[in-house]
């Protein structure tokens, strides 16, 4: 029997390279997390249900890689705490906005 997933990841990067996604999944195998990033073109994604998702070393690990160019987002929805931290790549910066999942859709638009 499985368990329903505590955290599930979305995440987008534009433009990015194959540089970045080996960075991303050097961290993802070290927590033992498989398949979640994938590089379609210059678009990376990533998309992860399940226990744990290791957020902050994700976005880290992308932030060298960030340009004036990029775009792009990293929502990690945690069910149990009932809660959306929504990391925005914009600007070869990174922002972080919280928000409960009652919240979320106010709380966590890009202004």
């Given at each position: 029997m499985s368990r329903a997933?505590?955290?599930?990841?979305?995440?987008s990067l534009y433009p990015a390279d194959t540089?970045?996604?080996d960075a991303v999944n050097a961290v993802l195998d070290?927590?033992?997390?498989?398949g979640a990033a994938e590089l379609a073109g210059d678009l990376l994604r990533i998309s992860h249900e399940g226990e744990y998702?290791?957020?902050?070393?994700?976005v880290n690990v992308l932030t060298p890689f960030l340009r004036q160019e990029s775009r792009g987002r990293l929502d990690e929805i945690d069910l149990e705490a009932w809660t959306l931290r929504r990391w925005f790549f914009d600007y070869g910066r990174v922002m972080l906005?919280?928000?409960s999942?009652?919240?979320a859709l106010e709380s966590?638009?890009?202004?």
């Open positions: 997933p505590l955290i599930k990841v979305y995440a540089a970045a996604l070290s927590w033992y997390v498989e998702f290791p957020a902050e070393d994700v906005r919280k928000a999942l009652d919240q966590c638009a890009h202004r």
